[in-house]
T-cell receptor, first 113, second 112 residues
Framework: DTEVTQTPKHLVMGMTNKKSLKCEQHMGHRAMYWYKQKAKKPPELMFVYSYEKLSINESVPSRFSPECPNSSLLNLHLHALQPEDSALYLC????????????FGPGTRLLVL | SQQGEEDPQALSIQEGENATMNCSYKTSINNLQWYRQNSGRGLVHLILIRSNEREKHSGRLRVTLDTSKKSSSLLITASRAADTASYFCATDAFRGYQKVTFGIGTKLQVIP
């Protein structure tokens, strides 16, 4: 199983809402990532979890809060987002390190109104 | 600035032709990867080439790496309409910690 799943596929939220994005992999990977991708731009790294510990936070605003409940799951909690946060949010995983092949999920398309 | 920058940013070819995309980067790397992204979907890993390798093949894909010029190329031979996608190179670099940065991408259109 080389699949990374993400839910929901689409999300529309207001600036006062609280929502969560979920990501799951069953490949036994110990590194998981959140990326943000704006239209016609490359993915930008947000967070890296390594062995369930947050190892990299790319100066992401605190309205984005990641969580790794176990080695298979990765969440991204959203609160008080701004319209400019509208983007495709991609989850990825790799065996153990960021230099390795990353397996991406299909993404969650987020629209903040 | 982007660690990796692809050239051209857009490429349109006829089915059956070859497509070549280039990636340039600025700092030393351990490896370079190429990914494909169909419109609005997740990225799919194509190939990883290490800094001590010069060329790698996978099916219709051929990747070269020239560390002296800090550049890589991706060649897709005998292109198909299904190859229409955006292609990104990703390079690793140490910026206080190891991270991977994606280039701006090449949007390839293969016309049937």
């Amino acid at each position: 199983d080389t699949e990374v799943t993400q839910t929901p596929k689409h999300l529309v939220m207001g600036m006062t809402n609280k929502k969560s994005l979920k990501c799951e992999q069953h490949m036994g990977h110990r590194a998981m990532y959140w990326y943000k991708q704006k239209a016609k731009k490359p993915p930008e790294l947000m967070f890296v979890y390594s062995y369930e510990k947050l190892s990299i936070n790319e100066s992401v605003p605190s309205r984005f809060s990641p969580e790794c409940p176990n080695s298979s799951l990765l969440n991204l909690h959203l609160h008080a987002l701004q319209p400019e946060d509208s983007a495709l949010y991609l989850c990825a995983s790799s065996h153990s390190g960021i230099q390795e092949t990353q397996y991406f999920g299909p993404g969650t398309r987020l629209l903040v109104l | 600035s982007q660690q990796g920058e692809e050239d051209p940013q857009a490429l349109s070819i006829q089915e059956g032709e070859n497509a070549t995309m280039n990636c340039s980067y600025k700092t030393s790397i351990n490896n370079l990867q190429w990914y494909r992204q169909n419109s609005g979907r997740g990225l799919v890993h194509l190939i990883l080439i290490r800094s001590n390798e010069r060329e790698k093949h996978s099916g219709r894909l051929r990747v070269t790496l020239d560390t002296s010029k800090k550049s890589s190329s991706l060649l897709i031979t005998a292109s198909r309409a299904a190859d229409t996608a955006s292609y990104f190179c990703a390079t690793d670099a140490f910026r206080g910690y190891q991270k991977v940065t994606f280039g701006i991408g090449t949007k390839l259109q293969v016309i049937p």
